[in-house]
């Protein structure tokens, strides 16, 4: 591991912790095992680091969501792509949920401005989806819902996972994971089975 990739996941560990603003560089520093000197010659402020961390995050998914919206997708294929795709991509960055929403509730217009940097494809999805009605694919629904619908199914799970975990599967981990695995194809399901034309 290089001495960047040391401070980045010592910043993460911090941030999920302590927030941008509880968060101190000295902290990451100890964190990383290395001296704040180091830490500063890699990243100038605790700013620069929390945004390289968010943009590292969100550049691992755009693209491929960019590739699946494709002038031959369809909104079913969309759905079953993207809900393994992103329950993966949590998976594999479970500080992801609590640190945005951490900072959403400090200080959303920055976490509103690095989103918006990152050019999600919200308007090919919309596209996407006024197309499916029109086709008479699925019922009428708002693209914003559809949209918060498949995020709030996705990252729920992760952000209430001490609370589902303890009361839900009394405490024990394994079965949370295993249900967990199983949570994709529910999704799918549900997203689907609500969008069947009337």
Do not use: C
């Amino acid at each position: 591991m290089t001495t960047e990739e040391q401070i980045v996941n010592a910043a993460r560990k911090v941030f999920v912790r302590k927030g941008l603003q509880g968060a101190k560089m000295q902290e990451i520093a100890d964190e990383a095992g290395i001296n704040k000197a180091l830490l500063h010659y890699y990243f100038r402020s605790k700013d620069k680091l929390f945004d390289h961390i968010f943009t590292e995050a969100f550049q691992q998914i755009i693209p491929s969501l960019r590739q699946s919206l494709n002038e031959k997708a369809d909104i079913v294929i969309f759905i079953q792509f993207f809900v393994p795709f992103y329950l993966n991509f949590i998976q594999k960055n479970p500080y992801l949920p609590q640190f945005i929403m951490h900072e959403l509730s400090q200080n959303p217009e920055r976490i509103a401005g690095l989103a918006h940097a990152q050019n999600f494809p919200f308007d090919s999805l919309k596209v996407l989806i006024d197309k499916a009605i029109k086709e008479q694919q699925i019922r009428f629904v708002e693209p914003e819902n559809l949209i918060i619908n498949m995020l709030a199914l996705t990252i729920f799970p992760f952000v209430a996972r001490p609370m589902i975990e303890q009361i839900i599967f009394k405490g024990k981990q394994e079965a949370y994971e295993n249900f967990m695995q199983k949570r994709a194809d529910d999704i799918i399901q549900t997203i689907l089975t609500s969008l069947r034309p009337i």
